[in-house]
């Protein structure tokens, strides 16, 4: 198990990859497969298999917006509580809230750069809100 405070064992990624790296060299073995230009094909095939796939990324753009969704969502909710919202702040709000929702509405597998460019832009402000518990 991976401990983030002493770093004493693997990640779960690295895990992982050694897990795929056994299973791979175990396929092989069992088909009796020795040559040195299998070994190279098994490691192109590992390689490919842990990274991260289109599906996997636009899931974390999706999950990024979601967070900041919901910031607004509950800032909304709490300043609607007040005994004098402010009307002009709450209107604001929702109109950004808006634009992340038609933001989240447009993703997709095939548009990589957006969501690069979604988890570039957006990913600081949801991990800094996510990181304070919040």
């Known amino acids: ?7 004493d064992t693997e990640s779960p990624i690295q895990e ?3 897990h795929i ?8 073995d069992s088909t ?14 590992v390689s490919k298999m842990i ?18 969704i ?3 969502s509950e800032s909304i909710f ?10 002009e702040i709450i209107s604001l709000w929702k109109a950004e809230r808006n634009s992340l929702f038609d933001l989240t509405r447009s993703l997709n597998c095939i548009d990589r750069d957006t969501i ?10 949801a991990r800094a809100l996510f990181d304070s518990g919040k």
């Not at 991976?2 to 770093?7: F, L, T």
């Not at 709490?78 to 009307?87: G, I, M, S």
């Open 51 to 68: 990274q991260p796939s289109e599906t996997h990324r636009l899931e974390i753009a999706q999950d990024v917006l979601s967070c900041l």
């Open 16 to 18: 992982d990859k050694n």
């Open 21 to 28: 790296n056994r299973n791979a060299i175990a396929a092989r």
């Open 1 to 7: 198990m991976y401990n983030r405070i002493s770093r």
């Open 70 to 72: 919901a910031l607004r």
């Open 116 to 125: 690069e460019n979604v988890i570039a832009t957006y990913g600081p402000s």
């Open 32 to 45: 009796g497969s020795k040559s040195g230009a299998g070994d190279n094909n098994d490691q192109q095939e």
């Open 78 to 87: 709490y300043e609607r509580k007040k005994v004098q919202p402010n009307a």
